[in-house]
């Protein structure tokens, strides 16, 4: 049973669309981070949400934490190419200190 | 300066060869780990050392054995490489736990014939 679920798994888009990438959990995360991935590199942190409810902007990608912490979810608006990527939720339950445990990501294409 | 750095970048061997894959961290980090990303990019933690101390070991065949000889550096060895050892694995570090920023490393593709 995967702790992450991540949605859609694939996602393939116009540049200048908008997009909205799903991390959903039946477990409650102290923590929870965004990571993109480019081919041949390994993950980079984009942000981290710890409150429940919490929104935090990132030009413009826009994080937001569910109010239950169970959830997140990454708004990209005018998607450009340069946000190509697979994108990686991973979260940190409480209790379960120095674990932090991956989804299975999203691979975006943002098409020229 | 790279600040997570592991060698080698890509490895191919022969099966029931032994390898290993070296990890060095400048950024002062108290906790190192070893990721195995799938195939299908699934990433998953392998162990975990913070001060030298081994704090994580999942489910991984015991041919594998991390070593850290200071916390700065965590080795992975492999013995006996099997076919479906074939994947990318991460080196990555934080200053305490991982609730703070992972720093990964670019990786290590390893390729068992």
């Known amino acids: 049973t995967q702790l992450l679920e991540q949605s859609p798994q694939f996602l393939s888009i116009q540049e200048g669309e908008n997009l909205t990438v799903y991390c959903n959990s039946s477990?409650?995360?102290?923590?929870l981070q965004w990571y993109r991935q480019e081919p041949g590199e390994g993950p980079v942190l984009l942000v981290t949400?710890?409150?429940?409810?919490e929104v935090k902007k990132l030009k413009r990608l826009t994080f937001q934490f569910g109010d239950a912490r169970k959830d997140s979810s990454l708004h990209i608006t005018a998607a450009q190419p340069g946000d190509t990527g697979l994108y990686l939720c991973a979260g940190v339950r409480g209790g379960s200190n120095y674990k932090l445990t991956f989804g299975k990501g999203t691979l975006l294409t943002v098409n020229p | 300066d790279t600040a997570v750095s592991q060698t080698p970048k890509y490895l191919v061997t022969q099966m029931g060869n032994d390898k290993s894959i070296k990890c060095e961290q400048n950024l002062g980090h108290d906790t190192m780990y070893w990721y195995k990303q799938d195939s299908k990019k699934f990433l998953k933690i392998m162990f975990s050392?913070?001060?030298?101390?081994?704090?994580i070991n999942e489910t991984v065949p015991n041919r594998f054995s991390p070593k850290s000889p200071d916390k700065a550096h965590l080795n992975l060895h492999i013995n006996s490489l099997e076919l479906g050892d074939s994947a990318v694995y991460f080196c990555a570090s934080s200053q305490v736990r991982p609730n703070e920023k992972l720093f990964f490393g670019s990786g290590t593709q390893l390729s068992v014939l």
């Open positions: 477990s409650v995360f102290s923590s």
């Open positions: 050392y913070n001060n030298k101390e081994l704090i």
């Open positions: 949400v710890v409150t429940g409810g």
